[in-house]
């Protein structure tokens, strides 16, 4: 979650490295910093708060350097501040940045105090410092320094060192957190993510779990977890660096919001023909798979979590095939029971969501049929880690709060559900017509989007609200907790989901003049129960705000009430069509209230620790 930019380079690094580190802003952070090999030794700037801010620190100083770590951290030990901060260093002459974990750090800093070694910060990765800079004063380079190192560390991380003993020298190391190298033209780069470095290079190595890497400005040498020097394939990255620029939008929320028809048809692009999905979208052997399994387990968090609940509703109802949705920070500490030929389907925009990995890590002996990863980075870990794949093809999302990701999930999840249906004899006609609603998808997205104006005057009257409730039935349930949970990640108000047939179990004692009520309402089989539950909503005193398929939307209006006509879809493909509303909805409640729509407070866009 955190960012990480390293640079040897013949020329002046340290505007890249801030480049960097704001183009890595979107994963959120609360202090940045960097490390710079000088002619008057090691020198370190670092701040709470924003790049910005280190950015006037920079200017202030005017410091050059060819040689350079830096980064944004996201606290995990230790309190926002400057102290805590990283880089981090030992005896003036080592400073590293780390992203992850280090599980065994109260040892080492014991063993490290009980050497000499004193500590300034709160954090676990001053232990990775010290420990580095005790095998240096054995006699050791850097690279081997740091070799030993990390073989005495327990947990995840990604790893960027420097020392004065070895000039022009930037030593990574990865173990369960990602890292890509930039490939260059006397200058080779290091970060967390390729966004950091495509205004330098779009040439890059993705780092395998356990290697290490040796940058000059020429060189660049990896090793693997055994010592061995090995090769990685150099990758072209497919998109250019305008695709991470806000352009005429007020956030990159809302660009993402308005990318999502676009997003949609790529999606789906090449995997449909003549009415039906392509199975060999999945994998070669995917259409054996399919036919054989006999129960899917699916593992995710956030919001793809939620995408996995609707995948739930469609592969049971597509195939009688049962099908387990569940928080992978859940499963991977649980013993589930396995029944036979189960595939094993893991949900992650980024591909190093670290409860995900562990989970998939976890299910690898429990005797899965096959894993296949749904998943937005080609070159990420989960989908290294799966024999099946499908891309969702979202492209970069920079906003904290996901949305395009999201949409993209859920229309990879309905061809699995379709593909999973063919495979156990689903109706022919029941197939064809779910085909062609998601074919129709995009166009229906983009009507959709003609209500932002209606939307957005929905939203004032959210502007002194504090807590709100949101409703829905069958498969529109987990689109009513994605709403519920884009409102509280952006706005901060106080926000829960609940399927509206279980109102009169307990969260209709909350209901009054100041709780809005929220409602998803497609005109499908649940519609008339639905219709109910608002009437429970009203006798209380509640203000209801529907957002109605357009054929039914004159019947749900009432007093206290405020409903919009939604654009008539397929009950298949609706919870994708009433997932944007929600999203608009809680867009504009969080500019009303004038949080930090991209960046919201304590969160992070990629979690890569427990």
Known sequence: MCGIVGIAARKNVVPLLIEGLQALEYRGYDSAGLALLTAAGLIRLRTPGKVKELAALHAQSQISAETGIAHTRWATHGVPSERNAHPHTSRERISVVHNGIIENHESLRQELIAIGYQFDSETDTEVVAHLIDSYLETGLSLLDAVSQAINRLEGAYAIAALATTSPHEVVGARRGSPMVVGVGDGAQYLASDVYALLSETRRFIYLDDGDLVHLTPDTIRIFDESGAAVERIIKEAQFRPDAVERGQYRHYMLKEIHEQPQAVADTLEGRLSRGRILTEIFGP??????????????????????????????????????????????????????????????????????????????????????????????????????????????????????????????????????????????????????????????????????????????????????????????????????????LKEISYIHAEAYPAGELKHGPLALVDENMPVIAVAPNDELLEKLKSNIQEVRARGGEMFVFADEKVAASMSHDRGHVIAVPSVGAFVAPMLYTIPMQLLAYHVAVLKGTDVDQPRNLAKSVTVE
């Open 285 to 486: 052997d995917a259409r054996k798979l399919l036919a054989e399994l006999q129960a899917v387990q699916i593992v995710s968090c956030g919001s793809s979590n939620h995408a996995a609940q609707v995948a739930r509703y469609w592969i049971e109802s597509f195939s009688g095939v049962p099908c387990f949705a569940e928080i992978a920070s859940e499963y991977r500490y649980r013993h589930a029971a396995v029944p036979r030929n189960t595939l094993l389907v893991s949900v992650s925009q980024s591909g190093e969501t670290s409860d995900t990995l562990a989970a998939l890590q976890h299910a690898s002996k429990r005797g899965y049929l096959a894993r296949l990863a749904i998943c937005n980075v080609p070159e990420s870990s989960l989908v290294r880690a799966s024999e099946l794949v499908l891309m969702t093809r979202a492209g970069p999302e920079i906003g904290v709060a996901s949305t395009k990701a999201f949409i993209t999930q859920l229309v990879a999840l309905a061809m699995l559900a379709l593909e999973i249906g063919r495979a156990k004899g689903m109706d022919q006609t029941r197939y064809q017509a779910a085909v062609r609603e998601l074919e129709l998808l995009p166009n229906a997205i983009t009507r959709v989007l003609a209500l932002d104006d209606q939307i957005q005057a929905m939203a004032q009257r959210f502007g002194d609200k504090h807590h709100a409730l949101f409703l829905g039935r069958g498969v529109q349930f987990p689109i009513a907790m994605e709403g519920a949970l884009k």
